[in-house]
């Protein structure tokens, strides 16, 4: 059955520092995989996606994701955090094939610290 | 603007009663959908629509219902079957359903019990 995880429910940086959430997937073929993110009390916001070819992908404000197929993950990254990036940040997965599936984990909020 | 529009962003049931939650969007995409979250839980889809007059149930559709009349509305009734509908509701749409599409979504309606 297709999943994800995010092992991290809190996460805390302060300011300036590099910021990496992690996410891990389960599923049979290459799945097409997403972070986005929410600031409170409001909806969701594409950050990157990855559907193929380099596993590197680039996104807005600043962050990248990489797929590892070994690992079953596709961490977050970010150099280095600005206040503005205190928020709760979601993992998803979409099915390749078959019936729809959409799934998201359970998200990772972040702090930072001035 | 395109965009996803929810109203309204803060809403009272009183026991027994049903209640509507309007979506709106005007980025002429055929998918909807709607998703309750919870503190710790993440997203939790309830219902879905890939089309017009067509729509699937989610993870959790018990105690909800929707209707799909028109391409840009998809409203979702909360009954009073529901029996712990205090949440936070996301409606989000998509271009497609086959996984890869980016959803985007409305800021959010906040259901709470009197």
């Known amino acids: 059955a297709q999943s994800v995880t995010q092992p991290d429910i809190h996460i805390t940086v302060s300011e300036g520092a590099s910021l990496e959430l992690r996410c891990n997937y389960s599923?049979?073929?290459?799945?097409?995989l997403f972070w986005y993110v929410q600031s409170p009390g409001q909806g969701l916001q594409l950050l990157l996606k990855y559907f193929s070819g380099d596993t590197l992908v680039q996104g807005i404000k600043g962050f990248e994701a990489e797929f590892k197929r070994s690992q079953s993950s596709f961490n977050l990254r970010k150099p280095s955090v600005h206040w503005s990036d205190a928020a709760e940040y979601f993992c998803a997965v979409g099915a390749a094939s078959g019936t729809y599936k959409y799934i998201f984990g359970t998200g990772t909020r972040l702090k930072v610290l001035a | 603007d395109g965009g996803i529009t929810q109203s309204p962003k803060y809403l009272f049931r009183k026991e027994g009663q049903n209640v509507t939650l309007s979506c709106e969007q005007n980025?002429?995409?055929?998918?909807m959908y709607w998703y309750r979250q919870d503190p710790g839980q993440g997203l939790r889809l309830i219902y879905y629509?890939?089309?017009?007059?067509?729509?699937q149930k989610g993870d959790i559709a018990e105690g909800y219902s929707v209707s799909r009349e028109k391409k840009e509305s998809f409203p979702l009734t909360v009954t009073s079957a529901q029996k712990n509908p205090t949440a936070f509701y996301l409606c989000a749409s998509s271009i497609g359903t086959s996984g890869r599409e980016t959803q985007y979504f409305g800021p959010g309606t906040r259901l709470l019990v009197l």
């Open positions: 980025l002429n995409h055929d998918a």
């Open positions: 629509s890939q089309i017009v007059n067509d729509f």
């Open positions: 599923y049979g073929a290459t799945p097409y």
